[in-house]
């Protein structure tokens, strides 16, 4: 059974960085084909995508972010760390993680986690 | 960036009608046979969860009243009877390359 799950502080101040953490289980970021991704969604808004970990370590970014995001892995403990450097309010979103199925005849986010409400406010 | 088109962005709803939404890509999702274009649906103060992958295929699952189908830049879902359930938000999503992009989404309500 796969599972993923976002942990992190739910209130940053200006300027400061977000470090956010997927943990999961079920499955391993080195079998071939899977990934992690991070999506988010400010309030009433639509989805973004922001960032994607191969399984062979392989990284990508938003372009509109990728100046400000760092995205790291820890085969050891199952969990993928996001970075967000220098928030703005309006990085306040709901910040969810994802498997990703990355194989020629898949290619979907089939298990998601719960999501993490982060708010940037002084 | 691959530029994701969705209409409507409302669709009020009648239980056990039909309903259609539509997503156009600003270039083909289609590689090798393959159309890389799913569907998601994000039910009111849930995650999204997958619906079609690969365009037209089902995910596990998922009731056989929602069908995807189109190729290249246009592709559409629908929904054969409308039931209560299938409230919230459905957003098509490009996977054929990273950026991978988000329609606005299409938020079907009940009338």
């Known amino acids: 059974q796969i599972t993923l799950k976002e942990s992190g502080p739910t209130l940053v101040k200006p300027t400061q960085a977000l470090t956010l953490t997927c943990s999961f289980s079920?499955?391993?970021?080195?079998?071939?084909?899977?990934?992690v991704v991070w999506i988010r969604q400010p309030p009433g808004k639509a989805l973004e995508w922001l960032a994607l970990?191969?399984?062979?370590?392989?990284?990508r970014y938003s372009p509109s972010l990728q100046n400000r995001l760092t995205l790291t892995e820890d085969t050891s403990t199952n969990q993928v760390l996001l970075t967000l450097t220098n928030m703005d309010p309006m990085d306040t979103a709901t910040y969810f993680c994802?498997?990703?199925?990355?194989?020629?005849?898949?290619?979907?986010?089939?298990?998601w986690g719960q999501g993490i409400l982060v708010t940037v406010s002084s | 960036d691959i530029v994701m088109t969705q209409s409507p962005l409302s669709l009020p709803v009648t239980p056990g009608e039909p309903a259609s939404i539509s997503c156009r890509s600003s270039?083909?999702?289609?590689?090798?046979?393959?159309?890389?274009l799913d569907w998601y649906l994000q039910k009111p103060g849930q995650s999204p969860q997958l619906l079609v992958y690969?365009?037209?295929i089902r995910a596990l699952g998922v009731p056989d009243r929602f069908s995807g189908s189109g190729s290249g830049t246009e592709f559409t879902l629908k929904i054969s009877r409308v039931e209560a359930e299938d409230v919230g938000v459905y957003y098509c999503?490009?996977?054929?390359?990273?950026?991978?992009?988000f329609g606005a989404g299409t938020n079907v309500e009940i009338k």
């Open positions: 970990i191969y399984w062979n370590g392989d990284k």
């Open positions: 994802a498997h990703f199925s990355t194989m020629v005849t898949t290619g979907y986010f089939g298990y």
């Open positions: 999503l490009q996977v054929l390359e990273t950026p991978f992009t």
């Open positions: 270039q083909s999702l289609l590689k090798g046979g393959y159309n890389y």
């Open positions: 690969l365009g037209s």
């Open positions: 079920g499955f391993s970021l080195r079998s071939a084909g899977v990934g």
